[in-house]
């Protein structure tokens, strides 16, 4: 696992280090992302949208430092040449959920093997039962049951963590267009709005090229 340390030659230092020591905080943005043709892609090569969708958000993150930063043992910041969806899978039946990680590929196909394969192994886990967490995870849910306008969650550990947290919910007919509600949570020491704005145009510009 690659993991190149950030020092003072990076553009970014001083502003990630003025966050880290004086105003830890995260930033949030919902979005709704039209999925029409994406949607239909899935279903016709027999695919569940929730794994398409997962490498997709996956695909934009790994193309992006700033979404794949994170801590060594000795407290140094880097970024990982490669990050891993860390998702949330719910049972319907006991409505607990399992949290999972699925190894990315950047061929679909691949990815989706990869996420039936995980979740097959370990399908009587529930909760944290999992406990091979590679450090180079963000994390993954979905809330089926609702098309939202905002989603926030935030992480209370020392006000350190640097993983994209990213949350999608049900989907809606707009005419002929179905759209998802989509919410990235970040730390703002590793990722300002405009970073937070092109992670969306990206992800939607990705969406239309299934059409």
């Not at 860390?86 to 679909?108: G, I, R, S």
């Not at 093997?113 to 039962?129: E, H, Q, T």
């Not at 993983?163 to 999608?168: G, H, I, K, L």
Request: hydrophobic letters at 40%.
């Amino acid at each position: 696992m690659k993991f190149e340390i950030k020092d003072t030659n990076w553009k970014r230092y001083n502003l990630f280090w003025y966050y880290i020591n004086n105003l830890r905080n995260v930033i949030s943005m919902t979005c709704d992302i039209d999925i029409t043709g994406f949607l239909n892609y899935a279903k016709h090569n027999g695919y569940r949208f929730y794994p398409c969708f997962m490498w997709a958000v996956s695909n934009i993150i790994n193309a992006h430092d700033e979404f794949k930063l994170g801590w060594n043992d000795k407290n140094q910041v880097g970024v990982y040449e490669i990050i891993h969806p860390y998702f949330a899978h719910f049972y319907k039946e006991d409505e607990q959920c399992v949290l999972l990680v699925a190894e990315y590929n950047d061929d679909l196909e691949i990815f989706h093997k990869n996420f039936v394969s995980v979740l097959k192994k370990y399908k009587d886990y529930r909760a944290f039962d999992f406990k091979d967490v590679p450090a180079n995870t963000f994390n993954v849910s979905c809330l089926p049951w609702v098309h939202y306008k905002s989603f926030d969650i935030h992480v209370f550990d020392d006000g350190k963590y640097l993983a994209p947290v990213v949350t999608w919910g049900k989907f809606s007919q707009n005419n002929e267009r179905i759209l998802i509600p989509l919410s990235f949570n970040i730390h703002h020491a590793a990722a300002d709005g405009y970073h937070l704005s092109r992670f969306f145009i990206e992800l939607q510009e990705m969406m239309n090229k299934f059409y």
